[in-house]
């Protein structure tokens, strides 16, 4: 016998961004975790819950690493560069095990919920134990971070990385980077297909970069990609060093690599595309890529600002992504996207308010394989209300209110996030971990308590208890 179909349940929007646009005392009806009706101009029906300020759709996250939440403030106050942060990244990756994995993935992702962010793209590489052993369970750590999406509440892409190599000419692996190799890609895709999906949980692909893939490899991951109608992603110009390794070794940029490799079309995010060439933009554009700047990562890492403007003219799609999270606010993400452009152009209003929205919702979805992200009829029910009435956002009304979200709201402001119907923020605190901040300080004080396991005997490879959230 056929389950009864789920009640229908009624929000009602002070304000809502939907279509393009802002329309005024919104009703929004549920049922079986998606949009039925979004009707402007209504009352609220008696079972509504009132939402408050304006009701924007779900962001996304579509690139994150979770584990690099625990450097937060610990790279930011000496002379460094992207490749000696780097370091310090790979000596953080030897203290985590699956089941420590999922605790400060768990709290990492808690707080983008308190973010609004409903869905997440995790670029996943930490696959194996510290000396690239094979848990019994081989997936072990990605399964660590899909339970810890779960127990947060939001959606998780898991964009499962082949990295095989240590830099663009071959060579060995440093012992830090056994733990993200499968040795080839045939056993990177005969691993990742043992994945699988649910109503919350998408597997995606990834080349790790040109760095740790050679185009041969490249093509298995791309196939399996197209076989399985799995978005495609890959790290692409994040530095000069990488673009001057990559014509020193191959006379092609990596994006020239990339498109002679056939990895680039609709399905592929490219990550950063921070020092492309005019050529590569065209490619890039022309390949109806997605490009996904990472503004306050890149600037963090010194990395530069990419041509983001360029490239949407160019028919690339933009997104935006909180990357190593030095600090997890796709606001923020947003409006360095339009600020950075003006301090590179001298021109503002380069991105509207609407352009930006989209690029943190719809776009960002579909590069992780969600589809929609808006906030209309048959889309999944996922959206947020923010609040107009803070410090930083009181006096917007119906007019300015995009670009108050886009060019003053924070984090903060965040009072309500649904995903697939169910609240899983309420008036800024998340309903199942009531303290996300305690979750991450502990999280964070039992990584770095933890110590790099000793390297001088292997460990036999075996499955750590993953915990659920209590």
């Not at 998780?156 to 190799?181: M, N, W």
Request: hydrophobic share 40%; net charge negative.
């Amino acid at each position: 016998m056929a389950a009864p179909a789920e009640q229908t349940q009624h929000w009602h929007a002070e304000l809502a961004w939907t279509r393009g646009r802002v329309a005024e005392r919104v009703t929004i009806a549920v049922a079986d975790g998606r949009i039925v009706s979004v009707e402007p101009d209504t009352p609220p029906p008696a079972d509504a819950i009132r939402l408050a300020g304006i009701t924007i759709p779900g962001l996304a996250n579509p690139h994150s690493h979770a584990l690099h939440r625990a450097l937060r403030g610990r790279t930011q106050t000496t002379a460094a560069d992207f490749w000696s942060w780097r370091q310090t990244m790979y000596d953080l990756v030897d203290r985590l095990d699956p089941d420590l994995y999922h605790r400060l993935a768990r709290a990492t992702y808690a707080e983008m919920a308190l973010a609004g962010i409903t869905a997440v793209g995790e670029f996943h590489y930490l696959h194996h134990d510290h000396l690239g052993a094979r848990y019994a369970d081989p997936n072990a750590m990605g399964e660590a971070l899909i339970a810890a999406a779960q127990d947060a509440g939001v959606r998780l892409t898991l964009i499962d990385t082949c990295y095989l190599q240590g830099g663009v000419a071959g060579g060995a692996l440093e012992p830090s980077h056994q733990r993200f190799s499968d040795g080839d890609a045939a056993a990177w895709a005969e691993r990742v297909s043992e994945l699988r999906e649910t109503e919350t949980v998408r597997i995606a692909a990834a080349v790790h970069s040109v760095r740790a893939v050679d185009p041969p490899a490249m093509a298995i991951v791309r196939d399996w990609a197209r076989e399985t109608g799995a978005p495609l992603h890959v790290h692409a110009s994040e530095q000069p060093r990488e673009n001057e390794e990559c014509l020193a070794v191959t006379g092609m940029t990596p994006t020239e690599l990339l498109a002679g490799a056939g990895v680039l079309g609709s399905s592929t995010t490219v990550v950063h595309a921070t020092h492309v060439t005019r050529g590569d933009i065209g490619l890039l554009g022309g390949s109806g890529s997605t490009v996904c700047l990472c503004p306050t990562t890149e600037r963090d890492l010194g990395d530069g600002i990419g041509p983001a403007r360029d490239l949407a003219d160019a028919g690339a799609r933009l997104t935006v992504a909180s990357d190593m999270h030095a600090a997890i606010d796709m606001f923020e993400e947003l409006r360095a996207l339009e600020v950075d452009q003006r301090l590179v152009t001298g021109r503002r209003g380069l991105h509207s308010p609407g352009e930006l929205l989209k690029a943190a919702t719809e776009t960002g979805a579909r590069s992780i394989g969600w589809p929609g992200g808006g906030l209309a009829e048959g889309e999944a029910a996922d959206f947020l209300s923010v609040d107009l009435g803070s410090p930083r956002t009181a006096g917007a009304d119906t007019g300015s209110a995009p670009a108050v979200l886009v060019h003053a709201a924070t984090a903060a402001d965040v009072r309500t996030v649904v995903v697939g119907g169910r609240t899983i923020v309420e008036d800024g605190r998340h309903t199942t971990l009531p303290d996300v901040g305690r979750e991450l300080g502990d999280a964070i004080a039992e990584v770095f308590a933890a110590g790099p396991p000793p390297s001088a005997v292997r460990v036999p490879a075996i499955n750590h208890p993953v915990r659920s959230a209590t």
